[in-house]
């Protein structure tokens, strides 16, 4: 566990975007960085110019085109490309992966595993929805799987400000790697057992955070935005405990922590399509108008099946989900919103 | 009658080593002394490292005496040994003199002491295998069963000499077994089978015999020890001791210890992962995981020592026994309604409590016909991956698998006994699911869970506990109902085995109607109170409705009453 070992092997970061890129500096911090993206032209770049997603990159950070020269040359590897492209590229890169591996992956979102998913069943159970590190074990033999989840914007990561992380992984190995290879005097790093609700947190984040961009969108201030922030952290905890997590990671850093950072940062990708949202436009113009995925849409549109399933309370999400899908505009889902009959605070600890 | 007639072949198999010198499980008993001496020094090391100081040490060994004495006042039993009572206030004793306040003073006799109690374990724990005695249980069984066989079977009494029937006409072995035979030259392997009577050892013990399998060795619940017959079998076929009174971190880490040398040495192994017979009647969902753990931890230091990996490669093969009849079927299901969701302790006393008693089942048993089927499951590695043919890991898209990788960490193979834990509880879940696979559905299982099933829906108002309160005449079910839902259940069944979810005994196919009465004959034949019968209207009745909802119970976990 030395240092002399770190420097031998480099470590993977597959996916170049924004995230990834932040990523990829912190870790070169301390060790060689093989940094995959898809395209080639990104590659080049990453090469030539040392840079990646408007970001500088550190020396010790080299592109590669190649998942095989990155399961070859890399143990320790961290996936974080869009949850879209998640399984295919897992699906590619299985070939070269090895029980040894170990993959900390920094994408939040989920992943629908029935083919027809478009013929519109109005539930989905938990055996249909697979987290990231589920997709791994599915689709490779890497078993020492962990993930990455906290309020770490990319930007502010990108200008060296103080921030800290979650590594969860049900094994100490992997919390101990994490540990080792991002930590640094201005990121902190946690450990968590709880894999599947530090997950859960990250995922279920992006529909609150939609909600926040709203709000701001209304032209809202501080005050709602809190009664967003906590109500939706209690969905949340609804939603993630019938998917398998437990109360204690909503309540951490990678919980109410990431929750507070993107509901509050107008420069976060879920932010903004709430924001648009509410001065008028629709999903579609949004979309078409935006060049790195908002998980949350796609993270509404699953939740809100999970829920019917479940018979989870959760007034936000579907909300969000018909103005989303169904054509309400958010001042109507608003004032459903405060006309909803609530009863108790807190009822989950 | 067969059970499955596609992949059941009776055959006769030669032992897959010759002679009994080459068994490591006779290697094993002629080294003894010297094993019980590896046993008890790695113990110590495992016990000492979990413990900061001799102080924290000296209060494990502290509560360890305590909980001892406790067991010797409390529950006490035949087979325990004259001198616990003198023992353990000896060790009380002892521990007085090492004062607190200077505690790295007495380190050498808080150590001492531990050895004292961890040798006194391991060799309680100690298996006493004797190839000579094995050989003439072996005879005994086969000679006294095949009589009893061909007394019942063949008319006549004087047929009571005629070889026309055998044993493995009753039990039938199917699945993967010409793949344990590759599986147990390759390599060591962990027979891991459900549970549900203490019949299963026995059973197991001849079918590891009738493959031509070397003795295994297993842990047999002390209480076993008890009754003189179970004994006598025990202590022939290899068995070592498991006192589940003894829950205490040092007779556990000895335990552990023992079993995990064992497998090093390339003894193949038994063990129930259920820990005990079902209560409920239902597949085992939990395991307990300690010795699949130790099967881990023997597998990595293999790889650590090794080198060669195949040679050294651990195999875990699930079995699932399948019966109609569970003599203890009635104070199972008893124990497991009064105690559900609570662990008590509580007192062996149920049908097989005593040599007659087992006899006399054993005689009924083989008079009328009740079948059994072992299913051996196909083989997997440590890490729950299916082992081909020749024992080598493969992964879903067919491709070979290194074990080692698993254990490797930065270019090395290395011991986390943390990562080792989240191994086994994976395998554990893999298991289960094994389980549940190899499950063979008999008629008599499909009706008890039809008719438990009709009832449930019919008062669904009641809780579990007042529905079984329900009266004879409340709970008769009308046969025109009962065959409908029947045939739902086994077109379910029938899906569910086409999709490899489940195995179905060859009895399953036929007219609806001699599938039906196949079920309600063997359904519990022995009980006195029978718990599904047809009365002179030919409408179903239950005799005793604890012990339907125990064979119901069997069928569970398939998501079966959706259908029904």
């Given at each position: 566990m030395d240092s002399k070992m770190l420097s031998e092997k480099p470590v993977g970061v597959v996916g170049a975007g924004s995230f990834g890129t932040a990523i990829a500096n912190i870790l070169a911090e301390k060790s060689k960085v093989l940094l995959y993206a898809r395209n080639e032209s990104v590659v080049d770049h990453i090469e030539?110019?040392?840079?990646s997603s408007g970001q500088l990159l550190h020396e010790n950070v080299s592109g590669s085109n190649e998942l095989e020269e990155i399961a070859s040359k890399c143990d320790i590897i961290f996936p974080i490309v869009p949850s879209s492209n998640f399984r295919s590229l897992i699906k590619d890169f299985s070939e070269y992966l090895h029980p040894y591996h170990i993959l900390i992956h920094g994408t939040k979102g989920l992943d629908v595993?029935?083919?027809?998913?478009?013929?519109?069943?109005t539930k989905l159970n938990r055996n249909q929805v697979r987290t990231m590190s589920e997709i791994i074990q599915d689709e490779s033999l890497v078993v020492r799987v962990g993930c990455l989840a906290g309020p770490n914007l990319a930007r502010e990561l990108a200008d060296k400000q103080p921030a800290a992380t979650v590594v969860a992984s049900h094994f100490d190995e992997v919390i101990q790697a994490g540990i080792r290879l991002l930590r640094n005097d201005r990121f902190q790093v946690y450990g968590s057992q709880d894999l599947i609700g530090v997950e859960l947190c990250g995922v279920l984040k992006n529909i609150i955070a939609i909600a926040s961009g709203a709000l701001s969108g209304m032209g809202y201030g501080e005050n709602a935005r809190a009664l967003l922030i906590s109500r939706g952290m209690v969905e949340m905890i609804y939603l993630g405990r019938a998917l398998g997590g437990n109360t204690e990671a909503f309540i951490g850093l990678a919980g109410v922590g990431d929750l507070v950072a993107t509901c509050s940062s107008t420069l976060s990708r879920n932010f903004t399509v709430g924001y648009r949202l509410a001065q008028g436009e629709n999903l579609q113009q949004i979309t078409d108008s935006m060049d790195e995925t908002a998980e949350g849409i796609n993270t509404i549109r699953i939740a809100k099946k999970l829920t019917n399933f479940y018979k989870v309370r959760a007034p936000i999400l579907e909300m969000l989900h018909k103005v989303l899908f169904e054509n309400l505009t958010v001042e109507e889902a608003l004032q459903y919103l405060m006309k909803y009959p609530l009863n108790v605070d807190i009822d989950f600890l | 009658m067969a059970i499955d007639g596609d992949s059941y072949v009776k055959k006769i198999f030669d032992p897959i080593l010759p002679g009994s010198k080459d068994w490591p499980v006779v290697q094993l008993s002629k080294d003894r002394k010297q094993f019980i001496e590896s046993v008890i020094n790695e113990s110590i090391k495992v016990i000492t490292a979990a413990h900061a100081d001799s102080g924290s040490l000296k209060e494990e060994i502290e509560q360890t005496r305590f909980k001892e004495t406790l067991r010797v006042k409390q529950n006490p039993w035949n087979v325990d040994p004259d001198d616990d009572p003198a023992f353990w206030s000896g060790i009380k004793a002892r521990l007085l003199?090492?004062?607190?306040?200077?505690i790295e003073m007495h380190k050498d006799s808080i150590n001492a002491i531990l050895h004292e109690i961890v040798a006194r374990y391991a060799n309680e724990i100690r298996g006493n295998f004797r190839p000579s005695r094995y050989k003439m249980t072996r005879t005994i069984v086969k000679f006294g069963f095949k009589r009893l066989l061909n007394a019942s079977r063949?008319?006549?009494?004087?047929?009571?000499?005629?070889?026309?029937?055998?044993?493995q006409d009753k039990i039938q072995i199917t699945g993967e077994f010409e793949q344990l035979r590759t599986l147990a030259k390759k390599g060591t392997v962990i027979l891991v089978p459900t549970h549900f009577s203490n019949l299963d050892s026995i059973l197991i013990g001849w079918v590891i015999h009738a493959l031509g399998l070397p003795p295994f060795i297993y842990g047999a619940g002390l209480n076993l020890f008890n009754i003189g017959l179970f004994a006598y079998f025990m202590n022939s076929l290899g068995a070592y001791k498991v006192d589940r009174r003894k829950k205490n971190f040092i007779y556990l880490e000895t335990l552990k210890t023992y079993s995990k040398m064992a497998t090093i040495k390339g003894c193949h192994s038994l063990f129930f992962p259920g820990g005990t017979r079902s209560r409920s009647g239902k597949i085992e969902k939990k395991l307990k995981l300690g010795l699949l753990g130790s099967a881990m931890e023997a597998q990595r230091h293999s790889l650590q020592h090794g080198g060669n990996e195949e040679a050294n490669k651990v195999f875990v093969v699930p079995v699932v026994i399948n019966y109609h009849f569970v003599l203890e079927a009635p104070a199972l299901i008893n124990n497991y309604l009064q105690s559900k969701g609570q662990e008590r302790y509580y007192v062996e006393n149920d049908s097989f409590s005593n040599s007659y008693k087992i006899l006399m089942f054993l005689f009924k048993f083989f008079t009328k016909g009740s079948d059994i089927s072992v299913s051996i499951g196909k083989g997997l590695d440590l890490l729950g991956n299916y082992v081909d043919a020749e024992g080598n890991s493969i992964d879903k898209k067919g491709r070979f698998i290194n074990v080692a990788d698993y254990f490797i960490s930065q270019g090395n193979v290395t011991a986390d006994l943390q990562r080792e834990r989240e191994y086994t509880r994976m395998l554990g879940e893999v298991i289960v699911k094994e389980f549940h696979r190899n499950n063979h559905v008999f008629s008599s299982h499909l009706a008890a869970f039809t008719a438990f099933e009709i009832l449930k829906k019919r008062y669904s108002h009641l809780d579990l506990y007042d529905l079984l309160r329900v009266s004879k005449e409340d709970s008769t079910i009308g046969y025109e109902e009962f065959r409908n839902s029947f045939e739902v259940a086994l077109q379910h069944i029938y899906q569910l085995n086409n999709e490899g979810k489940v195995g179905i005994a060859s009895h399953l196919r036929g007219d609806l109607n001699e599938v039906i009465d196949h079920g309600l004959y063997n359904m519990g034949m022995y009980h006195s109170k029978r718990p599904l019968l047809k009365n002179k209207q030919g409408d179903l009745i239950s005799n005793d409705l604890n012990t339907l909802f125990y064979y119901h119970n069997?069928?569970?976990?398939?998501?079966l009453e959706n259908a029904i």
């Open positions: 030539k110019k040392g840079i595993s029935i083919q027809d998913e478009t013929q519109e069943s | 003199k090492t004062s607190n306040s200077d063949v008319k006549g009494f004087a047929s009571i000499w005629s070889n026309k029937v055998t044993l069997r069928l569970s976990g398939y998501g």
